[in-house]
């Protein structure tokens, strides 16, 4: 299994970008997909999680603002960020599971936002 994840870029405040994860191989349908993210000196945390079902889960911090997506028959993950602020400034990566139920993460992608 490996994932891309791309999408990430500078923007201004108030901008807005979209992020893709696209996986290849037998990634799992049916176990939850996520994004994540760590700032500078922070910890990773979570921004925001999907089920299969599309149930969904934001972290607070992003809620009204984020919108995640996933596309099964293209193994792809996505995250429209709108109403950016510079506190959204981090690597953000990717979490998918493969049929063996083995979790793995993108690459990460880098979302700077200037003020």
């Known amino acids: 299994v490996q994932l891309q994840a791309s999408g990430g870029g500078l923007v201004q405040a108030g901008g807005s970008l979209r992020l893709s994860c696209a996986g290849s191989g037998s990634i799992s349908s049916i176990k939850p997909m996520g994004w994540y993210r760590q700032a500078p000196g922070k910890q990773r945390e979570l921004v925001a999680t999907i089920t299969s079902g599309r149930g969904t889960n934001y972290a607070d911090s992003v809620k009204g603002r984020f919108t995640i997506s996933r596309d099964n028959a293209k193994n792809t993950l996505y995250l429209q960020m709108n109403s950016l602020k510079p506190e959204d400034t981090a690597v953000y990566y990717c979490?998918?599971?493969?049929?063996?139920?083995?979790?793995?993460w993108g690459q990460g992608t880098l979302v700077t936002v200037s003020s």
């Open positions: 979490n998918l599971w493969d049929t063996n139920w083995v979790s793995y």
